[in-house]
Structures are given as structure tokens and as C-alpha cells.
């Protein structure tokens, strides 16, 4: 299961991860990540590794992650790859620090589903990567929350 801020061990990453930016990835971030292997993730999957939940998370992601995994075109990618969804979900909850769903944000995403990452990102003050263009088009909004917008993330957005 993926980490939590209240457990046991996990204290220690709750301190380590609050002197740091947090990250807030969007669904199609972790498809790169986890199904697509996209080579412009590398640098954050490395960063990822290095540092365990710097990547927050809420349930409401896990699932979204979940239903999308089940759509036809990705599907067949991981049958492809001979990966069940299942393997995916795993590397997710390593890969996260799972926190409690997010007030709503001052600002409204024009796609409903991307709420919850806005939402997330400006509770936490954190770095939000989606190639989404209705999130994209939020960056100047978001920053005046606290929240740095990009499409792709790389080692300069580490503190």
C-alpha cells in the first residue's frame, strides 16, 4: 500500500518532505512514469527514487490511475508489455506519500477532474506536472498560491 503521513516510519519522510516542495502528478504524468517508460520522465523517476514521497497523492488519484488503466488503448499496452495493471498501481504505491483529500483551491480547473490535483497542489504548495492544457493554462493563477505549474519536470525544479 502506499505510504501515509501517519505511519509508523513514515514520520520521518512526513519532516523530510516538508522541507522540500512536494509534487503533485497528474494521471497521464504517471502513465509516462509507470506504463509509457517516456524517456522525458527519466530525470524524475530517478528524483522519485532518491527521494520516497516527495510525491503526494490522494485515494481519489490512486483510483482515477486505476480506471484508466482499464481503458481499452492502455490495456492493450500493458498486455503488450505482458504487465498487469496491477503491477502498475504497485510501483504507484511505492512511488507516493498518500495524504487526506484537498479543500477546494481558490481557482476552478475548466476540466472537472483536474480539480483534485489543483486542489492538492495549492494545499500543499507544491510543484504540479501535467501536460494538461486546462491545468497549463492555470500556471500564473496557481502561482500566486504557491503552486509552480509545468509541463515537464526537471532537476532545476528541486529545492
Known amino acids: 500500500m502506499p505510504r501515509t503521513g501517519a505511519a509508523g516510519s513514515a514520520a520521518s519522510l512526513d519532516q523530510e518532505a516538508s522541507l522540500v516542495n512536494p509534487l ?11 506504463v509509457f517508460q517516456d524517456p522525458a520522465t527519466a530525470p524524475l523517476r530517478d528524483a522519485l527514487e532518491r527521494t520516497p514521497g516527495e510525491w503526494i497523492a490522494t ?14 488503448q492502455i490495456a492493450r499496452r500493458l498486455m503488450v508489455q505482458a504487465r498487469p495493471a496491477q503491477a502498475v498501481l504497485d510501483a504507484f504505491d511505492r512511488s ?16 472537472a477532474d483536474d ?31 504557491g503552486v509552480h505549474v509545468c509541463r515537464e519536470w526537471r532537476p532545476t525544479h528541486a529545492p
Open 96 to 111: 507516493v506519500r498518500l495524504v487526506p483529500d484537498a479543500p477546494k483551491a481558490a481557482y476552478t480547473c475548466k476540466d
Open 24 to 34: 503533485v502528478l497528474d494521471t497521464n504524468i504517471a502513465l509516462d512514469l509507470f
Open 115 to 145: 480539480q483534485k490535483f489543483i486542489d492538492l497542489a495549492a494545499e500543499h504548495r507544491a510543484i504540479l506536472v501535467s501536460k494538461d492544457d486546462a491545468v497549463l493554462c492555470m500556471a500564473r493563477r496557481l502561482a500566486r498560491v
Open 59 to 72: 485515494a481519489a488519484m490512486r483510483e482515477e490511475l486505476a480506471r484508466v488503466l482499464a481503458y481499452p
